[in-house]
Nanobody, 114 residues
Framework: VQLVESGGGLVQPGGSLRVSCAAS????????MGWYRQAPGKPRELVAD???????TYVDSVKGRFTISRDNTKRTVYLQMNDLKPEDTAVYYC?????????WGQGTQVTVSS
């Protein structure tokens, strides 16, 4: 499986953005998928993940604002981000996990600024 993110960009505070992660390969539905982010000078952190059957978890700072979803027929995972704040600015990475492997995408920049 290879992962390719898209949809990042510049958005004003309070705005919305959706980032996507498209996977190659036929085993996508078996993967636990996650979105991570890394801001300059900070460690990479988990933002949200979604299991094979659809259960989701979120970091507290994005609860109520971000929604992770997946479409197994399109082999794609999404992160809908609403009410964006400047502190959401980071490179957003997609990760697929199927024990014992973790696969990362190349990342997409999200910048929240007026």
């Amino acid at each position: 499986v290879q992962l390719v993110e898209s949809g990042g960009g510049l958005v004003q505070p309070g705005g919305s953005l959706r980032v996507s992660c498209a996977a190659s390969g036929s085993t996508f539905s078996s993967y636990v998928m996650g979105w991570y982010r890394q801001a300059p000078g900070k460690p990479r952190e988990l933002v949200a993940d979604i299991g094979r059957g659809g259960p989701t978890t979120y970091v507290d700072s994005v609860k109520g604002r971000f929604t992770i979803s997946r479409d197994n027929t399109k082999r794609t995972v999404y992160l809908q981000m609403n009410d964006l704040k400047p502190e959401d600015t980071a490179v957003y990475y997609c990760k697929g996990s199927l024990y014992p492997f973790d696969i990362w995408g190349q990342g997409t920049q999200v910048t929240v600024s007026s």
